[in-house]
């Protein structure tokens, strides 16, 4: 148990140090809610293995090596969307008072990919509730709006098998259908009570889906709050998409 405990520890410390880099012990001690001798051990082992090294110019901080970005295979496209939606993002939370990010589908659950706590604002969630499903998220929703047919039904089959409550069923596919009605999809206490999600596609020069836009509220939204919301959500997100489409590829890394 102390082991796998300890691999939980590096792993959140080397996604901390990704998403906020260049970052020190403390800071990183202070928002992994983790003691700093155990922040260490986990940076001197990320270290040893090649993963993390110290910042150049700031030896007392911690960046990510080059290994991650000549191994792993992330999908060009994604990289250039975050790019694009960062600016947007900012935009979106500043206007709405709410935080905002960009999520794309991984498998049959949604991941965070930009946004200005990233990637605290769902782990916590997480390791409570576990990975959030694409059916109870509003950006998953909205992709899957997007998807081609015979995908969406792939995965709806899975993850709302016949014996599925109906209730949620027919939430979750009236969700799916709200955008396309209103550009925009809805998530009201669907994987944590008291979180309201409105979220819009963003979508490549064909169509086809390639993350979303949303934005997270701590509190209930009446129609005319969750119009509004849907509104700015769908508007930064067709901005994202216009951007994406005007936007070099990120290269693929070699592999």
């Known amino acids: 148990m102390a082991a796998v405990k300890s691999v939980r520890t590096a792993l959140r410390v080397f996604e901390t140090v990704a998403a906020r880099q260049p970052v020190g012990l403390s800071e990183l001690s ?7 001798a155990s922040v260490q051990r986990a940076l001197r082992t990320l270290a040893d293995a090649g993963w993390l090294r110290h910042d150049v110019t700031r030896p007392g901080l911690w960046v990510v090596t080059a290994r991650f970005s000549v191994l792993a295979d992330t999908d060009p496209t994604v990289i250039t969307a975050r790019e694009a939606a960062r600016p947007r993002l900012d935009e979106l939370r500043r206007h709405l008072d709410v935080p905002t990010g960009l999520f794309v589908l991984d498998g049959d659950r949604m991941v965070l990919v930009a946004g200005p706590e990233e990637p605290e604002t769902l782990r916590p969630l997480e390791e409570t509730l ?47 259908a709200r955008v396309d009605d209103d550009g925009f999809a809805v998530a009201i206490g669907e994987y944590q009570t008291d979180l309201t999600v409105v979220a819009a596609p963003v979508v490549d ?3 086809v889906p390639v ?15 969750t119009a509004a919301f849907g509104a700015a959500v769908r508007q930064a997100a067709t901005a994202v998409s216009r951007a994406l489409r005007s936007m070099p590829l990120a290269p693929t890394p070699p592999g």
């Open 30 to 36: 202070r928002t992994l809610d983790v003691p700093k």
């Open 211 to 225: 993350a979303a836009v949303a934005a997270m509220a701590d509190h209930l939204l009446d129609a005319d709050a």
């Open 130 to 176: 576990g990975p959030l499903p694409v059916h109870l998220s509003a950006a998953g929703r909205a992709i899957l709006a997007r998807l081609p047919a015979e995908t969406r039904d792939e995965i709806m089959a899975r993850v709302l098998p016949a014996d599925a409550d109906p209730d949620l069923a027919r939430r979750v596919h009236d969700g799916i």
């Open 205 to 207: 020069a064909a169509g």
